[in-house]
């Protein structure tokens, strides 16, 4: 038996207070190696909020661990059972200095790496970021804000010039078209460190700009210039206002580093055809079928004004077959196709390292000829003339997903990302490879993203449906299924949806009108409806169905999480070799 002892004594003599000292200085190294490596590892401040929660929350029981347990020898034992001769916990309190200093000195350390190597690399590398936001037409009507655009486009497309230059991209900065946030809070949901804002008027044959460029955190202005020129000299005052403002960014930020010309104007100087491109820019981003049609207008008109306008020929080719796969089908889409082709055609004939040229011509190998090879060896070609454009990065993970090296997809999406913070494609594209490596409540966080960044874009509650399809659980996917636009996105959802419910005469019914309206349109779709009925012989039916059909859809097969129960399957392999696709089990991602 032990003598009787105080409290503090005995507090003391159970090590109890050198346990709070190791677990206290343990949990800040912890949180202090999860803070520094979050930027890494995209580690949200609500992750390390957890942790400092639980922390807390588990010392109390840590606290009566020490208490009632000891050391030993033989390992872990009541301290009641120990007799006193046995005890060994001055031993163990040499440890626990031991330890404790060992601990305390790495988390030292770490701070003062942070403090003096890391945190100033980090900052600078984040001063050396800018927003360039849309510029506000002062006029106002659609003619001034197409041209107040185009000039801000100019001025992101030469900023991306410069090396170490963090430039957002255009889909990101032109959310906040009049914003009433601060500058503070732009830059901080931009990731930028400086926000280029201005006005333009067009008056007449008189083109006035006006540009401040201001530091996010405080608003305050670092430099500011007022421009006028005719509008006949709208190219030389873009290579004006771009020459300020580099030798502005080389002042305030950048050593030395040049400014490349923007090559989105026409050769023939023609503003009516640079007008007709901007305009087709502007309706492209509003990325509904009927908008595509009025893009395609404008994209024409704007070859038609300059016949050598390679760059407008890309930009038609490209919506072409985007239009053509997502909203045609049978022989609409094949002409839909056609007409893409001869767009790029040109485009490269009339200028043959032009990278939006080829990756237009890779997009539609892709999509129309299932040329998976050649297609990515243009988009990779078009990433080598244009390594600054965030579309290509996007294009390229689009490529690395269908051929089955999802992770890379995901590393390519997120680069993009990095600079191009509220694309809500980009952050779709992202869910459905996270959906395809199993990370169900990553793949839901992105698609809420894109959700808010564009709410009423389709297919992210089709997406929804399915992660809820994944987890089993029927009523949250028809759910998801019933908030997806109307037509044929929400028909699809609800087919899926319904297979995992119990009302089995409502699932043959969807699957029914599905066969019934649209036997080539959504034959992809139709195969994922008989896998999850679990009707292997029909997956394959439908499959070369979609094949014969040339539906997009089969580019979704090596990362749709629906068909992978059947990767495993002889036909499914065989299918992928008729295809051209390479076999990538699951097992190998």
Not at 297 to 305: E, F, G, I, K, M
Not at 387 to 403: K, M, N, S
Request: aromatic share 8%; hydrophobic share 45%; glycine share 6%.
């Amino acid at each position: 038996m032990r003598p009787r002892s105080s409290l503090f004594g005995e507090l003391q003599r159970r090590n109890v207070f050198r346990a709070a000292t190791f677990y206290a200085a343990s949990a800040w190294l912890l949180v202090e190696v999860v803070t520094q490596l979050s930027p890494v590892f995209e580690i949200s401040d609500g992750v390390v909020r957890w942790i400092v929660i639980a922390a807390l929350v588990a010392f109390p029981f840590a606290m009566l661990f020490s208490w009632l347990y000891e050391w030993t020898p033989t390992g872990i034992r009541r301290e009641s059972e120990i007799d006193a001769s046995a005890s060994i916990s001055h031993l163990t309190a040499r440890q626990l200095d031991r330890l404790i200093i060992v601990v305390l000195l790495l988390a030292t350390l770490l701070l003062l790496a942070n403090k003096f190597v890391l945190r100033p690399r980090v900052e600078a590398l984040v001063d050396r970021s800018i927003a360039v936001l849309p510029l506000v037409d002062e006029v106002g009507g659609k003619d001034g804000q197409y041209f107040s655009d185009g000039l801000s486009e100019n001025l992101i497309a030469a900023l991306s010039r410069f090396h170490g230059l963090k430039v957002i991209n255009r889909n990101s900065s032109f959310q906040f078209r009049g914003s009433k946030d601060d500058s503070r809070g732009i830059g901080r949901k931009l990731g930028a460190a400086h926000l280029l804002e201005g006005s333009v008027r067009r008056d007449g044959d008189q083109v006035q700009v006006v540009l401040e460029l201001i530091k996010a955190a405080d608003g305050s202005t670092l430099w500011s210039q007022r421009y006028q020129r005719p509008y006949d000299d709208l190219f030389a005052l873009q290579d004006q206002i771009a020459a300020a403002v580099a030798s502005a960014l080389k002042a305030k930020l950048l050593p030395g580093d040049a400014v490349a010309v923007n090559n989105d104007r026409p050769p023939s100087g023609n503003l009516e055809a640079y007008n007709a491109y901007l305009q087709g820019k502007f309706y492209e981003a509003r990325n509904t079928e009927a908008d595509f049609g009025k893009a395609i207008d404008n994209y024409r008109n704007a070859t038609r004004l300059d016949p050598r306008y390679a760059r407008a020929h890309a930009a038609l080719s490209l919506i072409l077959t985007r239009r053509a796969g997502r909203f045609l089908a049978t022989e609409r889409m094949q002409q839909g196709y056609a007409d893409a082709r001869a767009a790029v055609d040109t485009a490269l004939a009339l200028q043959p390292n032009l990278a939006a040229a080829h990756m237009a011509r890779g997009t539609l190998l892709i999509w129309s000829e299932f040329n998976w090879i050649s297609g990515e060896a243009e988009i990779r070609r078009a990433r080598e003339l244009d390594p600054h454009d965030d579309a290509i990065l996007l294009a390229l993970g689009e490529v690395e997903a269908i051929l089955g090296h999802v992770d890379r997809a995901v590393t390519l999406t997120k680069q993009a990302l990095s600079t191009d913070t509220l694309n809500a494609r980009a952050w779709h594209s992202l869910a459905t490879y996270q959906m395809s490596l199993g990370q169900l409540d990553e793949a839901e966080s992105s698609l809420r993203r894109a959700m808010l960044v564009q709410p009423g874009m389709f297919g992210n509650h089709e997406q929804l449906a399915i992660i809820n399809i994944l987890r089993g659980d029927a009523a949250g996917a028809l759910r998801e299924a019933d908030l997806e636009n109307p037509g044929d996105w929400r028909n699809a959802a609800r087919a899926r949806a319904l297979q995992i419910g119990p009302d089995r005469a409502a699932a043959d019914a969807a699957l029914a009108r599905m066969i019934h309206d649209q036997p080539d349109k959504a034959a992809y779709q139709i195969a994922q409806v008989q896998a999850l009925r679990k009707d292997s012989d029909n997956v394959f039916v439908w499959l070369e169905r979609a094949w014969s059909s040339r539906d997009p859809g089969i580019g979704l097969l090596l990362f749709d999480p629906l068909l992978q129960p059947y990767q495993q399957d002889a036909r499914f392999a065989a299918f992928c070799t008729k295809v051209g696709l390479p076999y990538v089990s699951k097992a190998k991602r």
